[in-house]
C-alpha cells in the first residue's frame, strides 16, 4: 500500500516501515560515527521502543556493543491499519543489529504487569545471566496496577487553579490561549501511580529478588524540568508531581542498590518533540522557539545525541561532571543556558500566527513530529507501495489489556 501521515490532533494513525528503518539507520550511523566506548554489556530498557529508550538502546548496543533487551507495548500491522511506529523501529533495530551479530531481543506486552516482568527475568537468566544497566524509559497515558487490579489515568493539568496560556497548533500554523481547569485530588494521585516511580522500583525490586542485577549496577530514568514558562502546567502540576515520586523513587532505590555498589539516577533531558510533549499546551510552543535559537548557535540536540553524551561523559566517563545539587544528570544544560531562556522570554509575548513561522521553528517542530512516524525523511519515496507488514526478529508478544 502507499503510505502517508494521517493526523488527527496531536496523534498521527499511521506510520511508515521505511521511514521508521531510515530513522533508526540514522541514529545508528550517528553513534557508530563516534566510535566504540567502554560501557555496559547487558542492558534492559524498559520503553525501548521510540524516543530516549530507543536511543538508549541503540547507543548501548551499537556504541559499546552491549547485549540489549527491550520491552514495550506495541501494535503489529493488520488488514486495515499499519504498525505503530515502535514497531517499526524495533523491528529495524534489531534486523540491523543482527545484521552485525549483536545481541537484541525484545518482549511486547503490558511492562507495568507482573506477567511481563517475570517473562523478562526469564529471558535475562538465560541469555544475559545479569544486568548492569536497567533503563526505565516508560510513557503511557494509563496503567492497570499488577496487584489491586485498579486502572489509573493520567492528567495533564495544573494544580490550584485554573491556567491560561499561549500555546500552538502546529499543523495550522495558529498561535491560541488555552485555559486549563486544575487537577482534582484523584486526578493528581491517578497521574503519580501512572507517571510516578512505583513501578520502575517494582521492576527493580523483582530483578533484585530474583539475583539478576550485576554488581556496579546502574539505572537511570529519565525526566524534565523545563523553564519557569512551562512550569505552571508542567514542573507545579500533576505531571510535576509525578516527576517528584519519580526522584523520591530514585533516591531509595540508590540507598538499596548500594549493596551491590550499584546507582538508581535520573537524567534531566532536553525538550524534544514527542507524542507526549505533543500534548501538553504550551510546551509544543515553547520547543518551537527552543530549536531556532540552538540551532543558530549550533546546540541543538536529539534524543540520540543526548543520550550518547549521558552515556560517555556522565555514566561511564573516568571523570564525569558533577551532578547538580539534588543528584540529577543535566543534559538539558544546554537549554537551559541562561542566555537561550532569556531569548525565549523575550520572543513569547510577540509570538503570534502571522509571524509565527518567522520567529520560531514551527516547521521544524512539524517536521521532528512527523519523522517519529517514519515521514518528512529526505530521500524516502512516500509515493511508492510498502508492505506495511514488518516481522520483528526477536520477539515474545504477550497479550495485555
Known amino acids: 500500500m502507499i503510505i502517508q501521515p494521517k493526523i488527527r490532533g496531536f496523534i498521527c494513525t499511521t506510520a511508515h516501515p521505511e521511514g521508521c528503518r ?9 553513534v557508530k560515527s ?69 545481541y537484541a531481543k525484545s518482549i511486547n506486552g ?31 497515558p494509563r496503567r492497570v496496577h499488577p496487584v489491586t487490579g485498579q486502572v489509573y489515568q493520567s492528567t495533564l493539568k495544573p494544580i490550584g487553579k485554573p491556567f491560561t496560556g499561549k500555546s500552538i497548533d502546529a499543523f495550522l500554523g495558529e498561535v491560541k490561549d488555552v485555559t486549563i481547569d486544575p487537577a482534582n485530588e484523584n486526578e493528581i494521585a491517578n497521574t503519580i501511580a501512572v507517571m510516578g516511580g512505583e513501578d520502575w522500583a517494582m521492576w527493580m525490586d523483582y530483578l533484585a529478588s530474583e539475583n539478576l542485577l550485576a554488581d556496579g549496577i546502574k539505572t537511570v530514568a529519565y525526566s524534565y524540568i523545563g523553564p519557569e514558562l512551562t512550569h505552571a502546567i508542567y514542573r507545579d502540576g500533576t505531571i510535576g ?9 530514585a533516591d531509595a532505590l540508590d540507598k538499596k542498590l548500594k549493596s551491590l555498589h550499584g546507582e538508581a539516577i535520573i537524567s534531566v533531558n532536553k525538550a524534544v518533540v514527542t507524542q ?66 532569556q531569548q525565549i522570554v523575550a520572543l513569547w509575548p510577540t509570538i503570534t500566527t502571522d509571524n509565527l513561522s518567522q520567529q520560531t521553528d514551527v516547521a521544524g517542530y512539524r517536521d521532528e513530529f512527523y519523522r517519529l512516524f ?9 509515493e511508492a507501495e510498502v508492505n506495511p507488514v514488518v516481522a520483528i526478529p526477536s520477539i515474545d508478544t504477550v497479550s495485555s489489556n
Open 241 to 249: 508531581k509525578a516527576k517528584e515520586d519519580l526522584k523520591a523513587t
Open 276 to 341: 507526549a510533549s505533543a500534548a501538553i499546551p504550551v510546551v509544543p510552543l515553547y520547543i518551537a522557539i527552543l530549536f531556532k535559537i540552538m540551532k543558530q548557535l549550533g546546540t541543538h540536540e536529539g534524543c540520540i545525541e543526548q543520550i550518547h553524551r549521558m552515556m560517555c561523559d556522565h555514566l561511564y566517563a573516568a571523570n564525569p561532571p558533577a551532578r547538580d545539587a539534588e543528584g540529577y544528570i543535566r543534559l538539558d544544560d544546554l537549554e537551559m543556558q541562561p542566555d537561550v531562556q
Open 374 to 382: 517514519g515521514f518528512n525523511i529526505p530521500g524516502m519515496n512516500y
Open 22 to 30: 531510515e530513522n533508526v539507520a540514522q541514529q545508528i550511523a550517528y
Open 110 to 140: 503490558d511492562a507495568f504487569s507482573t506477567d511481563i516482568k517475570q517473562r523478562t527475568a526469564e529471558l535475562i537468566r538465560k541469555d544475559l545471566g545479569k544486568v548492569d544497566l536497567v533503563i526505565y524509559s516508560l510513557a503511557s
Open 34 to 102: 563516534k566510535g566504540h566506548y567502554q560501557g555496559p554489556q547487558n542492558v534492559l530498557v524498559i520503553g525501548a521502543s521510540t524516543g530516549y529508550g530507543l536511543a538508549s538502546r541503540i547507543d548501548a548496543t551499537f556504541g559499546a556493543g552491549a547485549k540489549t533487551i527491550g520491552v514495550f507495548y506495541e501494535k503489529e500491522a493488520d488488514e486495515k491499519r499499519t504498525a505503530s511506529p515502535g514497531w517499526y523501529n524495533t523491528a529495524a533495530f534489531e534486523s540491523l543489529a543482527h545484521e552485525e551479530e549483536l
